[in-house]
């Protein structure tokens, strides 16, 4: 088992569509990669277009990449990066933001396309792994991919669905990945195939953790029911954890959550959480200097247990090139069945 860190590295406050663009929270990655360096932890950062115009971050992405420190991948925000076709849900900043699933397919590749290519120009090298903005991802987002020469994506929720969430209006809002499970695998496209290496996200109350249909058919149903969101409020309030730290994560429910990956022979633990997380006040999660230095105590904990455990660190594209998961099919014995349907 593997840690692989991974970071959506973007524009300030992205939850507060249309607001100005900006992107001061790269001056507070410095001191996020020291203490990364500290704890021999190799973050992937997944850039967007803003972040590719932004001076500093050319600086000290390229370095951290010529240091062997860091792997910066691709980031798409439809509404950030170009082209952009002149109707609502697709102009620049638009306050509504398309997941790319909803991009006509031309339109898909022109970004992806302009994206790759300013990624390569500001930091040196051409981008391989992906994740998609508002986790907007379908077999035609991989095809693209997959077309542009990048070898593995980093979209996939687990046991989440986003088809309730709005994108461009009119259009059919966001992926389910419901019926989707931990384990690494290949998604076939046309033009080949592409490693899904899903964000870890597991149930880890029972009975939920110890049955998976269960569980999937609870996730689904209980927005639309009131015992079952009272049976939510009272017993299952943080499920299914993410492997992303919030205000009331600790080192406990994370080794919680790695206990259930073990059990599954899930092979990548995948962390999530965005730049501007390091920036107080500008994401709804972190406001002020006091809760970022709750985030920092607990990165320091987590980082210091993973070290401990002997869990080693690597980027997203060392995890694709290993042999093990070259050879990785969904539903080997004693494993979730992989991505079954995007």
Not at 135 to 148: D, H, I, K, M, S
Not at 234 to 261: G, H, M, Y
Not at 293 to 303: H, T, V, W
Request: proline residues 8%; neutral net charge; charged residues 20%.
């Amino acid at each position: 088992m593997k840690f692989l860190l991974t970071i959506d590295t973007e524009a300030d406050n992205q939850w507060d569509h249309g607001a100005p663009l900006t992107t001061r929270n790269i001056e507070f990655v410095p001191r996020f990669q020291d203490v990364c360096n500290s704890h021999h932890i190799k973050p992937t950062y997944f850039v967007t277009s803003e972040v590719c115009e932004n001076v500093l971050a050319r600086e000290i992405f390229t370095q951290y990449r010529i240091n062997g420190q860091a792997e910066i991948g691709s980031h798409l925000h439809a509404w950030t990066t170009p082209p952009f076709p002149d109707r609502d849900g697709f102009r620049f900043n638009d306050p509504h933001h398309a997941f790319a699933t909803e991009l006509p397919p031309d339109v898909l590749r022109a970004k992806l396309s302009f994206l790759t290519s300013q990624v390569e120009a500001s930091f040196g090298k051409r981008p391989v792994t992906f994740r998609s903005g508002r986790y907007g991802f379908n077999e035609e987002v991989a095809r693209a991919l997959v077309e542009l020469g990048y070898v593995a994506d980093s979209s996939v929720t687990p046991f989440t669905s986003w088809a309730s969430f709005k994108g461009s209006p009119g259009g059919t809002g966001g992926p389910d990945f419901m019926a989707c499970g931990n384990q690494p695998c290949r998604v076939s496209t046309p033009a080949g195939s592409l490693l899904e290496i899903p964000v870890t996200i597991l149930p880890t109350r029972w009975p939920l953790s110890a049955h998976h249909p269960l569980a999937r058919t609870y996730f689904k149903q209980v927005d639309h029911s009131l015992p079952l969101k009272i049976v939510r409020k009272l017993f299952f309030a943080d499920q299914p954890l993410w492997l992303r730290p919030n205000k009331d994560s600790t080192v406990a429910l994370f080794s919680r959550l790695i206990r259930e990956a073990k059990k599954l022979q899930i092979p990548y633990l995948v962390m999530m959480f965005h730049s501007s997380e390091l920036m107080p006040g500008v994401s709804p999660y972190w406001k002020n200097e006091n809760e970022i230095g709750i985030l920092y105590k607990l990165l320091e904990e987590f980082f210091s247990w993973l070290n401990a455990e002997h869990i080693e660190s690597i980027t997203m594209e060392e995890a694709s090139i290993e042999p093990r998961i070259r050879s990785q099919e969904p539903g080997t014995r004693g494993q979730e069945p992989g991505i079954i349907k995007l």
